[in-house]
């Protein structure tokens, strides 16, 4: 199956005299559990836990609440992974590293289940997650990229604050910022203002921001092409004050983990994102945040919401699942959906939302539930092998010119 890249826009919105200012060394908050009137809940600390090597291991604790809100001391929960390939789960909870990658791991008591995200990955330095960050969003073309990439202070980077060699600041607004933000920017330990109005960044919101301890400032608001929903994750980031997600292709429901958060703004795209009547009271509690927002109805929502397929041959796959999110923005289960394509001459789709690529072009994939129904956007492209690219590259500069050759256009 080839990889599929998302594409799409988000933006997030925040007033211009809200410059981060640094922290002191208070700790973040704890965290706050969230269940409809009338269900217990699971919830599951840390719910995101890093282990940097294989073989290692560290432990999850979960609580459950019962429906009057109080603790149940002595609950039983089943722990399971996701995938035991990535990392093993006991019966107490510990998790021990397998391979590197990422994978969920559940916490169930009786019919309700929590779950926590998994990631077996090298740790890196915050000069190397700035590495990233800049090649990922095109640093040669920024506007203003003094310093970065030298060996000068962190600090001396443009845009970027810095104590002690950690990265406490990123204010790059109106920079030319041109592509997706990577998920190891969430290694940022003691992140407390991430600035990026104004750019052309795109692709989904990172669920690996939501590992930051001490963000309290996240403002994206001015980058259209960001898209797909916000990661429910998000709902755990500590100290989050100030959200801006206005003027976006971000689309659903706000997650309802959100109400965790004790934000003083938030403002988000009124014709994309919408609010589930659970957080109705939460968002209107917000000092400063939308006045004429919309509450959620039943969707079906496609994920990715749009496929980029480079293939080198014709008939490579690739999939595409749907949920249909109700009005609380829950997720139904076992809902029944039927799958489409706008043109098969281009890509099929089957049953279960595997697309096949047929020819190169343009389509559309529709789901389809009950009277609901989401499409994604379907490009098909031919795929360069290395060595046609080298070929191009031997004809495109004069290569039977070359001093040596030597081997070029061989077999």
């Keep these: 199956m080839i990889a599929a890249l998302l594409a799409g826009p988000l933006l997030v919105e925040a007033c211009q005299e809200d410059t981060p200012v640094a922290p002191g060394d208070e700790g973040a908050p704890g965290l706050a559990a969230l269940a409809a009137d009338g269900e217990a809940r699971v919830v599951i600390e840390p719910h995101w836990l890093t282990l940097d090597t294989i073989g290692v291991s560290d432990t999850l604790a979960a609580t459950v609440i019962g ?8 609950a039983s929960v089943t722990w399971e992974s996701a995938d035991t390939m990535i990392a093993k789960v006991d019966t107490a909870g510990v998790v021990t590293s397998v391979e590197f990658g990422k994978t969920k791991v559940t916490a169930t008591y009786d019919s309700v289940t929590s779950y926590a995200t998994v990631e077996v990955a ?12 800049y090649e990922a969003t095109g640093g040669e073309d920024w506007t203003e990229n003094e310093n970065w990439l030298s060996d000068e202070d962190l600090d001396d980077w443009h845009g970027v604050s810095a104590r002690q060699g950690e990265v406490s600041g990123l204010s790059l607004d109106d920079n030319n910022l041109v592509g997706t933000l990577p998920p190891e920017l969430g290694g940022l330990d003691e992140l407390f203002g991430l600035v990026l109005r104004y750019n052309e960044l795109s692709g989904p ?8 301890r001490r963000l309290r400032d996240m403002f994206v608001s001015g980058n259209a092409g960001i898209t797909g929903r916000l990661p429910p994750e998000l709902g755990y980031a500590g100290g989050l004050e100030y959200l801006s997600v206005d003027d976006t292709d971000l689309s659903g429901p706000v997650p309802l983990t959100f109400a965790n958060l004790e934000l003083t703004r938030f403002y988000f795209d009124r014709e994309g994102v919408c609010i589930p009547a659970a957080l109705e009271e939460w968002v209107d509690s917000i000092p400063q ?3 004429d927002y919309q509450l959620c109805t039943d969707q079906i929502v496609i994920d990715p919401p749009s496929l980029y397929l480079e293939v080198h ?8 699942t749907a949920a249909v999110i109700d009005a609380e923005g829950d997720t139904v289960p076992d809902a029944e959906i039927a799958w489409s394509s706008g043109d098969t001459a281009i890509a099929t789709v089957d049953s279960t939302g595997l697309v096949a690529t047929v020819d190169y072009g343009t389509t559309e994939i529709t789901a389809t539930s009950d009277s609901l129904a989401d499409t994604a956007r379907v490009e098909i492209v031919f795929k360069l092998s290395n060595r046609q690219v080298l070929d191009s590259l031997y004809r495109a500069t004069g290569g039977e010119n070359w001093t040596d050759t030597t081997n070029w256009l061989s077999d």
């Design 122 to 133: 090298k740790r890196l330095t915050d000069r190397e997650i700035l590495e990233i960050f």
């Design 67 to 74: 429906a009057d809100g109080d603790t149940i001391d002595d």
């Design 289 to 291: 945040t939308e006045d």
């Design 313 to 320: 041959s014709l008939g490579d796959t690739a999939r595409l």
């Design 205 to 212: 919101i990172p669920a690996e921001l939501s590992k930051f």
